[in-house]
């Protein structure tokens, strides 16, 4: 069955700092994965997916994510974090072509940026 | 355009009652998805609906059930309500179903609490 670990619980990073959130997925198949964050009292927003090619995906809000296969990973990155980051993000793995509406998320990590 | 809308967006319910939220998707989405989130279990897939029929169901027991509509507005009803149904559920729309462009845009949620 699908599975999604994010291992850490909870991270704070220093604002200008970078940042990298760890996402491992179990998958039988080549995985559709996806990152979300959502703000407190707030639906979620997708920041990014992967579906296949090239494995070092882009995503809005200038977030980044790479896929290894070999590892089973799926981490977010993100340069220089800002204030506004703090949230709690989300990795998330389709549940398979044509399901959609399916995913199975992680716990999630929630973020704090100290000043 | 207008995103996806849930009401109500807080509720307040006793122990054997039964609830029912609603969701409004994106204009032109026809598929609905549903998800419970608590502090506990995280986010989990109740089930999801397209063109009025029920495509994927999560393992959740007979007293949550859901319906779509003509106009692709869902609902989902919880009956015999329990302390653990206490949660944020959450409404996802997306567009073509098995697309790999597709992706979820969630709405804010109705926050349910059981006493």
């Known amino acids: 069955a699908q599975s999604v670990t994010q291992p850490d619980i909870h991270i704070t990073v220093s604002e200008g700092a970078s940042l990298e959130l760890r996402c491992n997925y179990s998958?039988?198949?080549?995985?559709?994965l996806f990152w979300y964050v959502q703000s407190p009292g707030q639906g979620l927003q997708l920041l990014l997916k992967y579906f296949s090619g090239d494995t070092l995906v882009q995503g809005i809000k200038g977030f980044e994510a790479e896929f290894k296969r070999s590892q089973s990973s799926f981490n977010l990155r993100k340069p220089s974090v800002h204030w506004s980051d703090a949230a709690e993000y989300f990795c998330a793995v389709g549940a398979g072509y044509n399901q959609g509406g399916k995913l199975i998320f992680g716990q999630g990590t929630e973020l704090s940026v100290k000043p | 355009k207008a995103g996806v809308t849930q009401t109500p967006r807080y509720l307040i319910k006793t122990r054997g009652q039964q609830v029912t939220l609603s969701c409004s998707p994106i204009s032109g989405h026809r598929s609905v998805s549903w998800y419970q989130q608590t502090p506990g279990q995280g986010l989990q897939f109740l089930f999801e609906y397209f063109s009025e029929t029920q495509r994927n169901k999560g393992n959740f027991p007979g007293r949550f059930s859901g319906r779509q509509f003509s106009n692709s507005r869902s609902e989902m009803n919880v009956s015999t309500l329990e302390l653990g149904d206490s949660a944020l559920y959450l409404c996802?729309?997306?567009?073509?179903?098995?697309?790999?462009?597709?992706?979820?845009?969630f709405g804010s949620g109705t926050q349910l609490s059981v006493l």
């Open positions: 996802a729309s997306s567009g073509r179903p098995g697309s790999t462009n597709e992706k979820l845009f």
């Open positions: 998958y039988g198949a080549t995985p559709y």
